[in-house]
C-alpha cells in the first residue's frame, strides 16, 4: 500500500454534482433549515441559561448553521465570487436572526445571571482554532462520502456554533458587552476555520472551477486568506497565555495553600486571589506575626507568586457541628492510627469552643436578616461574623506590640446598587446593631463588591 493511498480523499468520495447539490440544500436558509435554526436557538438559549450541557449539545446537533459556513468554502474552491456573495449573505441572516432571537429570549427571561456555560463562550483561545480547523477538515470530509456516517454530528458538537451566538445575544440584552464581543469573535474563528479547511478539502478533492479564473486570482485569494489566519488566530494564541499563566499560577497557589499553610490546629476556610493580594481566612489557633512572615516568605518562593502580598483574617466562623467535625477529619488524616485519639482530643478542644462562640453571631445574623429587609427595602439578605485581624498595619514600627482588632464582618446582597449615602446609612445600623466597628460588602447578582470600611485600617 502506498502512503498517498492512506490519506487518499478520493476513495469513497460522492460525485462534483452530489457534493453540489449537497452544499446547495445546506445552504439554503429557508423553511425546514429556518424553523430547525429558531428551535435550535431556543434550545441553546435554554441550555446556556439553566446551565445544562446535555440541552446545550442538542442544540449543537441541529444547528443548521454548518451549511452556510462549508458554503463558503466550497465557492472559495471553485472560485465563484456570486455563490461566495451568496452564501455569507445567506449566512450573515442566520447569524443575525440567531442573535435577535437569543437577545429577546433572555430580555424576559426571569434568570439573567451569567452561568458557567455563558462564560465559557467569552474567551476563545488558540485551542479553539484547532479545534475549529480540525472539525472543519472531518466536516468537510464527511459531506463528501458517498455514504453518510457520524462524522456531522461529531463536529457540530466539536465547533459549537450556536452557542456562542446566543451568548452575544445574552451579552446585548443584559449589556454585558464583553460577553458579546468575546462571543463574537470565538464565532468568528470558529466560522473563518470552518470555512478555511472546507476550502482545503474541496481543492484536494478537485472540484472544478466555475468559469475561466486567471493565475492572478489564485495568488489573490491564498493571500488573503493566509492575512486573514493570521490576524484571526493573533487574539487567541495571546489569550490562551494568559489562560496558561493564570492556571499555572492557581496551581501554585493551591500548593501554597495545601503545603505551607497545613498547620495541625489552624485550617484555611476559604482564600481568594484578587489583584495582587492573596487573601486567606482561617480556623484554629491565631497565627503570630512571625508565622505570617515566614508564610510570606514561602509565597515569594514561587516564582508566579512574588508579585503577591499574604492577608491572613482569622476569627470564628458560622460553622455547624458537622463542618467542625469534617474539619477535624480532614486534620486526621494524615496520621496513625496511634496519634489519632490523642489528636483528636486536642483538635475538638481547639474547634469545639470556636464553634459555641459562633453561636453568638449566628443569633445576631437572624436578627439582622429579619430587620434589615424591613429598615432598608433593597436589602435581600445579610450574613457574616466576627472576625480578628492579627496583620500588623503597615505603618506600625516592628518592635511595638502586635495589636488584635475585632471586627464584624457582613456581606450584604441587594437587589440593585446601593447609593453611597444608603450604604453609610445600612453600616451605621449594623454597627449599633453588633457594637463593634463593621467592614461590610455589598453586592448583588451580577454587580462586584462594594467594599465600607469604618476608617480604621484593615488588610
Given at each position: 500500500?502506498?502512503?498517498?493511498?492512506?490519506?487518499?480523499?478520493?476513495?469513497?468520495?460522492?460525485?462534483?454534482?452530489?457534493?453540489?447539490?449537497?452544499?446547495?440544500?445546506?445552504?439554503?436558509?429557508?423553511?425546514?433549515n429556518l424553523i430547525v435554526l429558531v428551535m435550535a436557538i431556543m434550545i441553546a438559549c435554554v441550555g446556556l441559561n439553566m446551565n445544562s450541557v446535555a440541552v446545550i449539545i442538542g442544540a449543537m446537533l441541529i444547528?443548521?448553521?454548518?451549511?452556510?459556513?462549508?458554503?463558503?468554502?466550497?465557492?472559495?474552491?471553485?472560485?465563484?465570487?456570486?455563490?461566495?456573495?451568496?452564501?455569507?449573505?445567506?449566512?450573515?441572516?442566520?447569524?443575525?436572526?440567531?442573535?435577535?432571537?437569543?437577545?429577546?429570549?433572555?430580555?424576559?427571561?426571569?434568570?439573567?445571571?451569567?452561568?458557567?456555560?455563558?462564560?465559557?463562550?467569552?474567551?476563545?483561545?488558540?485551542?479553539?482554532?484547532?479545534?475549529?480547523?480540525?472539525?472543519?477538515?472531518?466536516?468537510?470530509?464527511?459531506?463528501?462520502?458517498?455514504?453518510?456516517?457520524?462524522?456531522?454530528?461529531?463536529?457540530?458538537?466539536?465547533?459549537?456554533?450556536?452557542?456562542?451566538?446566543?451568548?452575544?445575544?445574552?451579552?446585548?440584552?443584559?449589556?454585558?458587552?464583553?460577553?458579546?464581543?468575546?462571543?463574537?469573535?470565538?464565532?468568528?474563528?470558529?466560522?473563518?476555520f470552518i470555512a478555511l479547511a472546507a476550502f482545503l478539502v474541496f481543492k484536494l478533492l478537485g472540484v472544478p472551477s466555475h468559469g475561466d479564473v486567471e493565475a492572478s486570482q489564485f495568488q489573490r485569494q491564498r493571500?488573503?486568506?493566509?492575512?486573514?489566519?493570521?490576524?484571526?488566530?493573533?487574539?487567541?494564541?495571546?489569550?490562551?497565555?494568559?489562560?496558561?499563566?493564570?492556571?499555572?499560577?492557581?496551581?501554585?497557589?493551591?500548593?501554597?495553600?495545601?503545603?505551607?499553610?497545613?498547620?495541625?490546629?489552624?485550617?484555611?476556610?476559604?482564600?481568594?486571589?484578587?489583584?495582587?493580594?492573596?487573601?486567606?481566612?482561617?480556623?484554629?489557633?491565631?497565627?503570630?506575626?512571625?508565622?505570617?512572615?515566614?508564610?510570606?516568605?514561602?509565597?515569594?518562593?514561587?516564582?508566579?507568586?512574588?508579585?503577591?502580598?499574604?492577608?491572613?483574617?482569622?476569627?470564628?466562623?458560622?460553622?455547624?457541628?458537622?463542618?467542625?467535625?469534617?474539619?477535624?477529619?480532614?486534620?486526621?488524616?494524615?496520621?496513625?492510627?496511634?496519634?489519632?485519639?490523642?489528636?483528636?482530643?486536642?483538635?475538638?478542644?481547639?474547634?469545639?469552643?470556636?464553634?459555641?462562640?459562633?453561636?453568638?453571631?449566628?443569633?445576631?445574623?437572624?436578627?439582622?436578616?429579619?430587620?434589615?429587609?424591613?429598615?432598608?427595602?433593597?436589602?435581600?439578605?445579610?450574613?457574616?461574623?466576627?472576625?480578628?485581624?492579627?496583620?500588623?498595619?503597615?505603618?506600625?514600627?516592628?518592635?511595638?506590640?502586635?495589636?488584635?482588632?475585632?471586627?464584624?464582618?457582613?456581606?450584604?446582597?441587594?437587589?440593585?446598587?446601593?447609593?453611597?449615602?444608603?450604604?453609610?446609612?445600612?453600616?451605621?445600623?449594623?454597627?449599633?446593631?453588633?457594637?463593634?466597628?463593621?467592614?461590610?460588602?455589598?453586592?448583588?447578582?451580577?454587580?462586584?463588591?462594594?467594599?465600607y470600611g469604618d476608617g480604621i485600617a484593615w488588610p
Amino acid at each position: 500500500m502506498m502512503w498517498r493511498d492512506l490519506f487518499n480523499l478520493k476513495g469513497g468520495a460522492a460525485s462534483i454534482q452530489e457534493i453540489n447539490q449537497r452544499i446547495l440544500a445546506d445552504a439554503t436558509v429557508s423553511g425546514t433549515n429556518l424553523i430547525v435554526l429558531v428551535m435550535a436557538i431556543m434550545i441553546a438559549c435554554v441550555g446556556l441559561n439553566m446551565n445544562s450541557v446535555a440541552v446545550i449539545i442538542g442544540a449543537m446537533l441541529i444547528s443548521p448553521l454548518m451549511g452556510g459556513i462549508v458554503a463558503i468554502g466550497y465557492g472559495m474552491a471553485t472560485y465563484d465570487v456570486h455563490f461566495i456573495r451568496q452564501s455569507m449573505i445567506k449566512l450573515a441572516f442566520q447569524v443575525g436572526f440567531a442573535i435577535l432571537t437569543a437577545s429577546l429570549y433572555f430580555a424576559i427571561s426571569p434568570l439573567a445571571y451569567s452561568t458557567d456555560e455563558l462564560l465559557a463562550r467569552t474567551s476563545p483561545t488558540i485551542w479553539d482554532v484547532i479545534v475549529a480547523l480540525c472539525g472543519g477538515i472531518a466536516g468537510a470530509v464527511g459531506n463528501t462520502r458517498q455514504e453518510k456516517s457520524n462524522v456531522i454530528p461529531g463536529v457540530a458538537i466539536a465547533t459549537a456554533l450556536m452557542p456562542p451566538l446566543c451568548t452575544a445575544g445574552y451579552g446585548l440584552a443584559s449589556g454585558h458587552y464583553p460577553f458579546f464581543l468575546g462571543a463574537m469573535y470565538l464565532f468568528f474563528i470558529n466560522a473563518f476555520f470552518i470555512a478555511l479547511a472546507a476550502f482545503l478539502v474541496f481543492k484536494l478533492l478537485g472540484v472544478p472551477s466555475h468559469g475561466d479564473v486567471e493565475a492572478s486570482q489564485f495568488q489573490r485569494q491564498r493571500l488573503i486568506l493566509a492575512a486573514l489566519g493570521i490576524l484571526i488566530t493573533a487574539p487567541s494564541i495571546y489569550l490562551a497565555y494568559q489562560m496558561v499563566e493564570e492556571n499555572l499560577r492557581d496551581m501554585q497557589v493551591k500548593s501554597f495553600i495545601s503545603e505551607d499553610m497545613d498547620f495541625q490546629t489552624t485550617s484555611v476556610v476559604s482564600y481568594t486571589v484578587k489583584g495582587h493580594v492573596l487573601t486567606v481566612d482561617l480556623v484554629g489557633t491565631l497565627l503570630t506575626e512571625k508565622e505570617i512572615a515566614t508564610l510570606q516568605d514561602e509565597l515569594h518562593a514561587r516564582n508566579r507568586l512574588q508579585d503577591l502580598e499574604l492577608v491572613v483574617i482569622q476569627g470564628q466562623r458560622e460553622l455547624d457541628r458537622e463542618q467542625v467535625q469534617n474539619l477535624i477529619n480532614a486534620r486526621l488524616e494524615k496520621q496513625s492510627t496511634s496519634e489519632k485519639e490523642v489528636s483528636y482530643k486536642n483538635l475538638s478542644t481547639q474547634y469545639y469552643p470556636a464553634y459555641k462562640r459562633a453561636s453568638a453571631d449566628q443569633q445576631t445574623i437572624e436578627l439582622l436578616t429579619q430587620q434589615g429587609p424591613l429598615l432598608f427595602p433593597e436589602v435581600l439578605s445579610i450574613q457574616g461574623g466576627t472576625l480578628t485581624s492579627v496583620t500588623p498595619q503597615k505603618d506600625q514600627p516592628k518592635t511595638e506590640k502586635k495589636v488584635d482588632h475585632k471586627r464584624f464582618m457582613v456581606e450584604v446582597i441587594v437587589k440593585e446598587p446601593l447609593r453611597p449615602e444608603e450604604a453609610d446609612r445600612l453600616q451605621k445600623w449594623i454597627a449599633a446593631q453588633v457594637e463593634m466597628p463593621v467592614l461590610m460588602t455589598v453586592q448583588t447578582a451580577d454587580h462586584p463588591s462594594d467594599f465600607y470600611g469604618d476608617g480604621i485600617a484593615w488588610p
